[in-house]
């Protein structure tokens, strides 16, 4: 259990974010000139880290805004918040 | 020599007040080179060694734990078995392993406490009644013992059900695998671990592998807090923690590993003997011989090695528990807990060779792999020796995510994630 420091709210319970997986992954922008192996590379791999995790949230019962995280999945701590489009200050 | 465990050396052993038993395993330090490691001593990687050394003859293979063995989700899940999966390859994987366990403790000579008390999978929804039924039809079809009950058969299988229909999701229905049950999950392990060593496997717990060095495409050896360690071949059986192993032989798995939490009340008498599973409300419950009851509860939805999960999910699975069975409302729970399962995107497991040579990965079972330890253990050991995937597992291949050849089973997998 942790609080989030939504961008836009202010410190709220996690309870009230949608967690929407790893951050920073870009779709491919030829879809259409992708092998199979780069597709399911884009799709399916994940680092699924263990250490300092660059992650998207949204604030669902709150302003309904996205933004992102970087929190160590090894603990839950959240080290910073930036919005969508900046770059994490670490 | 491992001594037979029997009733004559129950009591003979009762003469010196059990003070005297030979130890169950070994607890050697590692050589400086072995032909085959297994990385993980949870069910999965006891189970791989010892059929690795009973089934392909093999020597000098050795298991490196991190913590002590059958103390990650081994220890930490609900100890369901079943079989009853939708697809083909699910009901031959996990069939497999339910005809593995009807023999079990004979042949570990070890008692898993093997409970064959049935399983029930409830319907609350017409969707869920479709889908539960067509699954018993996909079961008979692949010849897997499973009924379909009404209402009336379901309250009269479980009397402590409420089966009401003014309930906020009412009883529709249910499944019922017979053969299906529990067993006790410790035993598993070391009934395992016992086995294998006595075939000379070696067992070393408190050892953490740091790196994995390559040498090409190939493999060298693994970098330990007990020091480098040679080998050819490595089994990864890693659970929650495969991708980080993973990561130190620079490949990316396709796994998320998330808390799922489980929890127990206080012991009470028997009240349910039988294990109730219901995917819509998410609430299972079973009784353990300790007459506790076993409760399992979600996964969360991020990525967390914290081993403990959030409280929403325990309040969640516990409302539902007691809108199903009113007679716990006053029960205290006793202990709860969390552990770091890895989850495929199509909710089925991974028995597969890598891109790299004598690298073989058996994980991505996510919330629901206790009930395959046997199969599991003995595929992935057929997979690493032959250097290729036994029948039954070649299904569950890391290509599959490559060629779209997936095996969806996140409507049999119980748990939804």
């Given at each position: 259990?942790?609080?989030?420091?939504?961008?836009?709210?202010?410190?709220?319970?996690?309870?009230?974010?949608?967690?929407?997986?790893?951050?920073?992954?870009?779709?491919?922008?030829?879809?259409t000139e992708l092998s199979d192996d780069q597709w399911a590379e884009y799709l399916f791999m994940r680092k699924n880290i263990k250490g300092i995790q660059y992650e998207r949230w949204n604030?669902?019962?709150?302003?309904?805004?996205?933004?992102?995280?970087?929190?160590?999945?090894?603990?839950?701590?959240?080290?910073?918040?930036?919005k969508i489009g900046e770059k994490p200050s670490e | 020599m491992k001594n037979k465990y029997s009733i004559f050396s129950l009591i003979k052993n009762s003469f010196s007040y059990h003070e005297n038993w030979q130890r169950a395993w070994r607890d050697p330090e590692p050589k400086s080179q072995y032909d085959i490691i297994i990385i993980g001593g949870g069910g999965h990687g006891l189970a791989t060694a010892y059929y690795l050394a009973k089934e392909h003859n093999l020597k000098n293979i050795a298991v490196i734990e991190k913590g002590w063995i059958g103390g990650g989700n081994t220890g930490r899940n609900t100890t369901i078995i079943r079989s009853n999966y939708l697809w083909d390859a699910s009901a031959g994987l996990?069939?497999?392993?339910?005809?593995?366990?009807?023999?079990?403790?004979?042949?570990?000579?070890?008692?898993?406490?093997f409970s064959q008390r049935g399983v029930m999978n409830l319907a609350h929804n017409l969707h869920d009644v479709r889908?539960?039924?067509?699954?018993?039809?996909?079961?008979?079809?692949?010849?897997?013992?499973?009924?379909?009950?009404?209402?009336?058969?379901v309250k009269k299988f479980c009397p402590i059900i409420n089966c009401?229909?003014?309930?906020?999701?009412?009883?529709?229905?249910?499944?019922?695998?017979?053969?299906?049950?529990?067993?006790?999950?410790?035993?598993?392990?070391?009934?395992?671990?016992?086995?294998?060593d006595a075939m000379g496997v070696d067992i070393i717990q408190n050892c953490e592998v740091k790196g994995i060095k390559r040498k090409g495409d190939s493999i060298e050896g693994i970098d330990t807090t007990k020091g480098f360690i040679k080998t050819k071949k490595i089994g990864v059986?890693?659970?929650?923690?495969?991708?980080?192993?993973?990561?130190?032989?620079?490949?990316?798995?396709?796994?998320?590993?998330?808390?799922?939490?489980?929890?127990?009340?206080e012991p009470i008498k028997p009240i349910i003997d039988t294990v109730v599973m219901s995917n819509a409300v998410h609430a299972y419950v079973s009784q353990s011989d300790k007459g506790e009851l076993v409760i399992g509860a979600g996964?969360?939805?991020?990525?967390s090695y914290t081993q403990k999960g959030t409280h929403e999910i325990v309040e969640g699975t516990l409302k539902a528990i007691i809108e199903l069975y009113p007679i716990f409302s006053r029960l205290r729970m006793l202990r709860q807990w969390g552990g770091v399962v890895d989850i495929c995107p199509d909710a089925s497991p991974l028995i597969t060779k890598t891109s790299i040579k004598g690298l073989y990965f058996n994980c991505g079972w996510g919330t629901g792999g206790f009930k395959a330890t046997p199969g599991s253990g003995h595929l992935f050991a057929h997979t690493i020796a032959k250097d290729e995937p036994h029948a039954l597992n070649a299904?569950?291949?890391?290509?599959?995510?490559?060629?779209?050849?997936?095996?969806?089973?996140?409507?049999?997998?119980a748990v939804a994630h």
């Open positions: 259990m942790f609080i989030i420091n939504c961008p836009y709210c202010g410190e709220r319970d996690h309870a009230e974010f949608s967690y929407g997986g790893e951050a920073h992954l870009v779709r491919p922008k030829q879809p604030h669902s019962h709150g302003c309904r805004r996205w933004f992102n995280l970087s929190r160590d999945t090894s603990n839950d701590k959240i080290h910073s918040v930036y | 996990y069939d497999h392993a339910l005809k593995i366990w009807e023999n079990l403790s004979q042949e570990l000579n070890y008692n898993i406490m889908e539960l039924k067509r699954r018993t039809h996909a079961n008979r079809l692949n010849g897997i013992d499973c009924e379909w009950l009404n209402v009336e058969q009401s229909p003014e309930i906020r999701y009412p009883v529709m229905g249910s499944t019922l695998q017979r053969r299906a049950g529990t067993a006790r999950h410790d035993a598993v392990a070391w009934g395992y671990a016992r086995g294998a059986v890693a659970a929650g923690h495969s991708s980080v192993i993973a990561n130190m032989a620079g490949l990316r798995l396709p796994l998320e590993s998330k808390p799922l939490q489980a929890l127990v009340s996964t969360d939805s991020y990525i299904a569950f291949d890391i290509n599959r995510f490559v060629s779209g050849d997936l095996v969806d089973e996140h409507g049999a997998a």
